[in-house]
């Protein structure tokens, strides 16, 4: 706790070393906008986000009858998406689409806690348009110096096995000596020791060697639009919907304030039109990619009833309690009474 404390000092003073040199780059937005106002992010085109951001750039387009250009980089052109992040923060950049970081303020801890939705319906519900976990993701983020256009849904998670070692399903029975790859916070630590996996936190980018080395045996918090990066060395994905992934699409407020009034009332209602698109649309897209999953050769499994059921009372005994310490006991137990547990 002390840590997380120290990190998000450091992340509020960064911010305000932004606030007070991000002035500088507003005659550059101005320029920038003759060629088209950008929108950058991370993932493929075959992702989720691509096709959001296709509907906001034809809806916006609409709307302002092509006055408001948008300069679309898909597949991480211009960095890695954390780097991104920081630019529209600074307001170099206007606006991604990204992943909670916790080093910038550790309540975003929340997008990754276990079990908050079981199926599709229950996580429109939770993290949809309009709802409480959007509207506090809305000022966690309004503290940063952005504004939330949209909680956008990508999947459930779970985790993927290599080939030459058994599949873990009863936990924890089979995952003594599993060694499973987590991302390097403290929650991630905690969920996968507790369920009796031996965890190994690691960068993503060395994932693929590790695996393909034996360095690990899996890796934990997968999404199935991120299983076939590693086709090659897997053997199965054991889909347990620990996790649901919420995804924030964010705009820089300096860049919004050097809009004109009816400018920014088109985007807000074009990113509203394209985040709602993606609530709609979002299951067909998982389905998707669990058929291409299975068409690689790759096992999907899932847990029995009382597998998951046993899962899920480790990840909620571990997890709720860190985040009740961090957001108080009012914020989670109104998660608890929308999420029905």
Known sequence: ???????????LAAVAITAATVTATLPGMAQAAEKGHILAH?????????????????????LSGGTVKIEYHPGGDLGDWSTITEQVMQGAIPMTMAWSNSELDPRLDIANLG???????????????????????GEIYGGLYVELLGTLPTDFTGYVVRKGV????????????????????PMAIDRY?????????MAFSEVHT???????????????????????????????????????????????ASLSDQERK????????????????????????????????????EQDPAQAAAYKKTVMEVEWPIMENLLGKQVMDELKETAGL
């Open 115 to 137: 079990y908050v939705a079981d199926d599709w319906a229950s996580a429109k519900k939770v993290y949809g348009p309009g709802s409480k976990m959007d509207k506090l993701f």
């Open 266 to 301: 088109w985007v807000r209602e074009a990113a509203d039109h394209a985040t709602q698109w993606a609530w709609n649309n979002a299951e067909e897209f998982s389905k998707g990619w669990l058929d291409k999953i299975r068409a690689a050769g790759i096992e999907v499994l």
């Open 42 to 62: 991370v993932m493929p085109t075959d992702h989720i986000f691509n096709s959001v951001s296709e509907e906001f750039m034809k809806k916006l387009d609409e």
């Open 210 to 256: 590790a695996l393909q080395t034996g360095a690990i045996d899996g890796r934990a918090f997968s999404p199935p639009y991120e299983v076939l990066l590693f086709r090659d060395v897997l053997k199965a994905f054991v889909y347990t919907r620990e996790s649901f992934e919420p995804t924030f699409w964010i705009a820089s407020k300096h860049w919004l």
């Open 166 to 185: 058994d599949v873990p399903v009863n936990i924890p029975e089979d995952s003594k000596g599993f060694k499973i790859r987590v991302p390097n916070y």
């Open 193 to 201: 020791s507790a369920l009796g996996f031996s965890v190994v936190p």
């Open 1 to 11: 706790m002390i840590q997380i404390r120290k990190t998000f000092k450091k992340a």
